[in-house]
């Protein structure tokens, strides 16, 4: 029997770098977690954290964070990225060109290669949308 993939079975994980703003720490009580050691951020959803990235260059202020979201699934896991981008933005979080989205893809060793293929494909569409969604966060931001 050929093992299908289901994309709502399909797990995800996400990393945002972004620069915390002053007012997320002092008004929102964000508190950011030492490198693999975040605490939850009060403003989004359960399970996802803060912790401090030292690839990310705060120069002009704020607070290097990086997001890390739980493991999502499907469609709903997608919406709440989403989600959570627009509670970023409205909190103020920055990015610069030190920020970048990093994207972790739960697979099993049984899936036939034509389902590998397509999740490389999916993947590829995905990490497209957020890398625009993260374009859009700095444009509006800095």
């Not at 359960?46 to 469609?75: F, M, Y």
């Not at 627009?86 to 290669?113: F, M, Y």
């Not at 293929?117 to 509006?140: E, H, M, P, S, Y």
Request: with cysteine; glycine share 10%.
């Amino acid at each position: 029997m050929v093992k299908t993939m289901d994309a709502n079975d399909l797990t995800f994980g996400i990393e945002i770098e972004t620069i915390a703003p002053d007012s997320a720490v002092t008004n929102d009580g964000l508190q950011i977690g030492p490198y693999r050691h975040g605490i939850q951020v009060p403003y989004l959803p359960q399970g996802w954290t803060a912790e401090c990235d030292g690839s990310i260059n705060n120069g002009h202020g704020g607070h290097k964070c990086e997001i890390v979201s739980p493991v999502l699934r499907g469609t709903e896991g997608l919406q709440q990225v989403a989600e959570v981008m627009r509670t970023l933005e409205a909190k103020g979080h920055r990015v610069n060109a030190s920020c970048g989205v990093h994207i972790h893809i739960g697979c099993q060793r049984d899936w036939p290669s034509e389902a590998l293929a397509r999740l490389d494909t999916g993947v590829k569409k995905i990490r497209q949308r957020l890398d625009n969604a993260v374009l859009d966060l700095a444009c509006v931001t800095i």
